[in-house]
């Protein structure tokens, strides 16, 4: 996100909604393109949105990491 205005937002284009149906950010280019088979939801064409399913959110919590054991040499 930016703090200049985009072409976009200066043109006032009331059918196209200026919110990311993602992340709600604001976002007036948010487009969906296809990667590799997949649709992703991206801000501007090349930002993926935090909030995709396919490549931006952990649907799942995070495991831990397994423990390892360490030995000290004496």
Same mark, same amino acid.
């Given at each position: 996100?930016?703090?200049?205005?985009? *072409? &976009?937002?200066?043109?006032?284009?009331?059918?196209? =909604?200026?919110?990311?149906?993602?992340?709600?950010?604001?976002? !007036?280019?948010?487009?969906?393109?296809?990667?590799?088979?997949?649709? *992703? &939801?991206?801000?501007?064409?090349?930002?993926?949105? =935090?909030?995709?399913?396919?490549?931006?959110?952990?649907?799942? !919590?995070?495991?831990?990491?397994?423990?390892?054991?360490?030995?000290?040499?004496?």
């Amino acid at each position: 996100m930016s703090f200049f205005p985009s *072409v &976009l937002d200066l043109l006032d284009v009331p059918a196209r =909604p200026t919110a990311c149906p993602g992340c709600g950010a604001h976002a !007036p280019a948010w487009t969906r393109v296809t990667v590799d088979g997949l649709r *992703v &939801l991206t801000h501007d064409g090349d930002v993926i949105c =935090p909030d995709d399913r396919n490549f931006g959110a952990w649907t799942q !919590p995070i495991p831990a990491p397994a423990p390892v054991r360490l030995e000290v040499a004496a």
